[in-house]
């Protein structure tokens, strides 16, 4: 059986859990330094435990935690915010390439089951390496502050 490893997680695993949604505060207005962008029916933001640097999500504003529960146009909005969100991941960071990926429930490995969201992983060649393999240790080559500024100021700038 192949294991993957991704040590650097426990401190998410470890922090207290929040009682409230992360997803509905960040609507509210209430997560402002991890907002990137908010459209309409969603928005992108930033995951402060993120497996890899530029790694955000994009989640519905409205608290559904169902692909089924989307309405036509929360779900076109969604994808297509998806899509925005790679490219600008792409002016910033330039990766070799993205997991996308939406964990349906806690079983599946949702952290928010309740709250749809959808994770945008930016990829290089080589980003896993010994690192986290033989020292225990993934490296984070950024800041989230400094991204945050960068994606925030990126997306200003084309909309």
Known sequence: M???WAPWRINYLKAKKSTTC????????K????V???KKNCLCLLNIFPYNNGHIMVSPLRHVGE???LTDTETLEVFKTVASATKLLDTILQPDGYNIGINLSEFAGAG????????IVPRWKGDTNFMPVIA?????????????TLLKNAYAKTN
Do not use: M, V, W, Y
């Not at 992360?22 to 207005?29: K, P, S, T, V």
């Not at 928010?112 to 994770?119: F, S």
């Not at 225990?136 to 945050?148: A, G």
């Open 2 to 4: 192949d294991k993957l």
């Open 22 to 29: 992360i997803f509905c505060e960040a609507a509210r207005g």
């Open 31 to 34: 997560k402002k330094n991890t």
């Open 36 to 38: 990137i962008f908010k």
């Open 67 to 69: 692909l089924s529960d």
């Open 112 to 119: 928010i089951p309740g709250h749809l969201h959808i994770h």
């Open 136 to 148: 225990n240790t993934k490296i984070i080559s950024q800041s989230l502050k400094e991204l945050f």
